[in-house]
């Protein structure tokens, strides 16, 4: 059974820097995919970043730069480093994994087959 779990969400001044992590168990595929979303209050549910077996790495438009997406294998650790914090990163950070390439690349939540519970990040003067 495949679980995940985030850790590291909190409240930060605008332009400071936050360190997501997300323990993984249960995967036994060598084909998977390991992502971010997000969640504003009163928002839908949108892609930040995610990472294909492969090495392929996809980053939402307003994060490039300045979000981060790694893993450690070593530990089954998906990490997402996000600097220069906006106000408008504010969110429910979700870890998410699967094994559809397609949505992976595409950050489609609807391809991803098993979530965490999220961490609130909160970016606030």
């Known amino acids: 059974q495949v679980q995940l779990m985030e850790s590291g969400g909190g409240s930060v001044q605008p332009g400071g820097s936050l360190r997501l992590s997300c323990a993984a168990s249960?995967?036994?595929?060598?084909?998977?995919?390991m992502g971010w979303f997000r969640q504003a209050p009163g928002e839908g549910r949108e892609g930040v970043a995610s990472i294909f077996s492969d090495g392929s790495l996809t980053y939402r438009n307003s994060v490039q730069g300045r979000f981060t997406i790694s893993q450690d294998n070593a530990k089954n650790t998906l990490h997402l480093q996000m600097n220069s914090l906006k106000p408008e990163d504010t969110a429910m950070y979700y870890c998410?994994?699967?094994?559809?390439?397609?949505?992976?690349?595409?950050?489609?939540?609807?391809?991803?087959?098993?979530w965490g519970k999220g961490t609130l990040v909160t970016v606030s003067s």
């Open positions: 249960g995967f036994t595929g060598s084909r998977y995919c």
């Open positions: 998410a994994g699967g094994d559809d390439l397609r949505s992976c690349l595409g950050l489609r939540d609807n391809g991803m087959a098993y």
